[in-house]
């Protein structure tokens, strides 16, 4: 009987004794995993936003790009007059986007659209090699940047006055994937960030928007210059903000730059911005000469899902469908035949009188002043950052570029540009008309999706038929 009560309470004990520590070892576990994944880099980057509200939409307007609604040809007649399908900024120059349901009209485009460009050239030591210019890059060269993802984030009416990033005005987040082998603290908070065990882990890091506010000893604001095409560009070198500068090795890695190359992020300013120089708007509707930042050439590209669709059909099976946000326009628009988009001349877009935002009511206008001359910056897969083709002949090893061999075949509609790898979507310019009313009445000049656009004048386009000298 004895021998039986001590079986009997040496077996209670023993199982308790494991669920004892069974449940230290979970607890334990559990503090392990929430140590790392609160001070991993990712949750770190994202503590430091809690003064400020991303900007974006809830859902995507383009989520339905490929319904073959807006698959108007250009004989077809639309039933009203065409509206405002999405939104897009494009804050770095040839990285990630951002969708939002309005953006705030300027002089020199949309506010926070390619504010910010990336540049590399030889280095002298650790420092800028002062006999050599350095150069934009883009995804024509490098097109992983297409994978690099940007966010906006903003103070709003209950943010922290005294905090740093609500007095730089906001910041742009950047988030790529670890070029190194990640260890397994990054694997677990990969995990934890994804729930998925195949995700790639992440860096990302801030920069602040407004580098007028920014206090760092030894900061350099004096604009330095780079090349963007055939122009020389001027922008603050943000590579000496902390942040950035911890981040740029990485990031070099990550878009394969030559270790005899350096790289940095510029921020492009009131005082660096210039005036366009091909493709000139007339004076007498735009009021004073175009100005853009770090653009290609104009404040403004305009796109049709219609006319997408339509060079969507003419390529081969294999690279159908075309993904419109490969074309990297500001406003897209639908309820527009194919190509019409061509023909404008002048437009305004007419605010939506259901607007719920703050907004002066005057309707934007815009001159359109070329058709947008391609590159190869189309053929990168905007999902994969890889080059796309179609599938090769028997006998060749490599197919040919896609969508550019159909646009040079199809859309190269005009001799404006002989560099031209077809034509698609359009260049314009913001009228001053249209940006003083806005300031007079106070609330700001803004474009929304869902607003209708009224074309005012129509006629032929060249590229390069206006010169380039107002």
């Keep these: 009987m004895l021998l039986w009560l ?9 199982s308790r004794f494991f669920i004892y520590g069974a449940a230290a070892s979970i607890l334990l576990t559990y503090i392990v995993l929430a140590i790392v994944t609160q001070n991993g880099p990712l949750h770190t980057t994202r503590r430091k936003l809690k003064h400020l509200r991303k900007l974006s939409v809830s859902v995507s307007n383009m989520g339905d790009q490929y ?4 698959n108007l040809s250009s004989e077809s007649k639309a039933d009203g007059p065409p509206r405002i399908k999405a939104l897009y900024l494009h804050p770095i120059k040839s990285c990630g986007y951002i969708e939002v349901d309005r953006a705030l009209l300027l002089k020199t485009g949309f506010m926070y659209d390619r504010c910010f460009a990336f540049a590399a050239g030889d280095l002298n030591g650790e420092d800028y090699d002062v006999t050599a210019k350095w150069r934009f890059i883009s995804q024509r060269t490098k097109p992983m940047m297409s994978q690099i993802k940007t966010e906006i984030w903003l103070p709003h009416q209950t943010s922290d006055p005294h905090d740093a990033l609500v007095r730089c005005g906001g910041c742009v987040v950047m988030t790529f994937d670890n070029p190194d082998v990640p260890s397994w603290t990054d694997r677990i908070e990969t995990f934890f960030q994804t729930w998925s065990r195949s995700a790639a882990p992440q860096l990302s890091f801030i920069v602040p928007l407004d580098v007028s506010t920014i206090e760092l000893e030894g900061f350099q604001t004096k604009p ?23 981040s740029l090795p990485k990031l070099k890695k990550f878009l394969k730059i030559p270790k005899d190359q350096g790289i940095s992020l510029f921020r492009c300013t009131s005082e660096t911005v210039v005036r366009t120089d091909r493709n000139l708007a007339p004076l007498e509707y735009i009021g004073s000469p175009a100005l853009h930042g770090y653009t290609d050439q104009q404040p403004i590209h305009l796109n049709s ?31 527009s035949p194919a190509y ?15 607007s719920t935002q703050p907004r002066a009511i005057v309707a934007p206008r815009f001159s359109v002043v070329c058709r947008t001359s391609r590159c190869t910056m189309p053929n990168v897969n905007p999902k994969t950052g890889i080059f796309d083709t179609d599938n090769p002949l028997p ?27 077809g034509y698609l ?8 008309t249209s940006l003083n009313e806005a300031e007079d009445l106070g609330g700001g000049l803004f474009v929304e ?22």
């Design 395 to 421: 006998e060749k090893k490599k197919g040919k570029p896609q969508p550019s061999t159909t646009l040079v075949q199809y859309r190269t509609v005009e001799t404006g540009n002989k560099a031209a790898l």
């Design 6 to 14: 001590l079986q009997s309470l040496w077996g209670s004990l023993h």
């Design 67 to 70: 319904d073959p609604k807006f």
């Design 449 to 470: 999706v869902g607003d209708e656009i009224e074309v005012l004048e129509r006629g032929t386009h060249l590229y390069g038929s206006t010169g380039d000298d107002y």
């Design 224 to 246: 330095k210059t780079f090349g963007i095409h055939h122009r020389d560009a001027k922008g603050i070198d943000m590579g000496g903000i902390p942040s950035v500068a911890a």
């Design 305 to 335: 899902l219609s006319s997408v669709q339509a060079v969507s059909a003419l390529l081969p099976s294999e690279n159908q469908p075309l993904n419109a946000l490969r074309f990297r326009a500001n406003i897209w628009i639908e309820n």
């Design 340 to 354: 019409e988009e061509e023909t404008w001349k002048r437009y305004r877009i007419l605010p939506r009188s259901n």
């Design 425 to 432: 979507g359009m260049h314009c310019v913001p009228e001053d």
